[in-house]
């Protein structure tokens, strides 16, 4: 159960959103949640917002991905962009991250952690499979319900600086 936000920025294009307004339902449509959110993969995920939070449940096979129609979600060459987001997992072995560099359901970059573990990954998917491209293990497990900030940037074209704090 993953929470995968593609929030790329282009150049000094910037998109916030903290969810602070009214809770809502869970529903597989991303403009639950608000205007220009698409909920682009993970059939059977559903989306919603509690307490200011995104929340997603999702199939435990799934990914589920939820971005930002209101701009391009591709940095162009894969360079030129930081994206931050604030994110936690509430289960045990759960995998959280962020999207970015999404181009459509089969093809962009995750960034993700697993609670409850000192795992971590740096992920793209390309025509529908997934390939590692950095796996590996943090000082300390991560913990559930944590709030993490996850942050990729680049500066040329595929190659990445992530941070997990």
């Known amino acids: 159960m993953g929470l995968m936000l593609a929030v790329s920025s282009v150049w000094a294009t910037l998109i916030t959103d903290d969810f602070n307004r009214a809770d809502t339902a869970c529903s597989t449509a991303g403009a639950i949640v608000g205007a220009n959110w698409v909920a682009s993969r993970g059939a059977g995920s559903e989306w919603k917002i509690n307490s200011s939070n995104l929340c997603v449940n999702a199939p435990a096979s799934g990914n589920s991905v939820l971005y930002n129609s209101a701009v391009q979600t591709i940095s162009g ?4 962009f930081t994206l931050r987001a604030d994110v936690a997992v509430k289960l045990v072995n759960g995998w959280s991250g962020v999207a970015f560099n999404y181009q459509d359901a089969s093809n962009y970059y995750i960034f993700r952690f697993k609670a409850g573990t000192t795992g971590y990954q740096l ?19 991560f913990a559930v319900g944590t709030m993490y900030t996850l942050t990729v940037s680049a500066d040329r074209a595929h190659t990445f600086d992530f941070t997990i704090m």
């Open 77 to 80: 060459s894969g360079s030129n």
């Open 123 to 141: 992920l793209r998917m390309v025509n529908g499979v997934f390939g590692i491209i950095v796996s590996g293990n943090a000082a300390a497990p």
